[in-house]
């Protein structure tokens, strides 16, 4: 996509610190990193989000996420690493490219921690599981 800033780095028009490539997938170094290290895993043709990604695309991230997560703790030394992908704006989607970031993690870093909530009953989860289960 022409003003897509992802595709605009795996077309070699705006540098990276690159990682990791093969033909469906390109890695590269977050350029406002949550922690050295910090990783974005795109596929080289353009979704928007994980909606669009064809399953056959599957394995292959699998098989990047596992192969430069893998490369990120040995490199920095960190003991944990988070996988995230933020889909839609309301999730926090800045760039309009399917991407995942690899963030490496040391214990006690304390770099960022998602609010939990509770349900108000069983039956009030157990309807919304069954609500959701007939969405799918
Ligand atoms: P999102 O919020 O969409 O999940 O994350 C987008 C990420 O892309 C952000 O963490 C941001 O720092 C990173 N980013 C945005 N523009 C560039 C860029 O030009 N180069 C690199 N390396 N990262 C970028
Ligand atoms: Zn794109």
Redesign the pocket.
Known sequence: ?SD?I??KI?DGEIPCAKVYEDEDILAFLDIAPISKGHTLVIPTK?YNNLFEIPEELGAKLIFAFKKVGQGIMKATGATGINVVMNNFASAGQVVP?AHWHLIPRIEGDNLFKITQGKYDSNDEMQKLADKINKCL
């Open positions: 996509m897509c992802f595709c795996i353009h490219h």
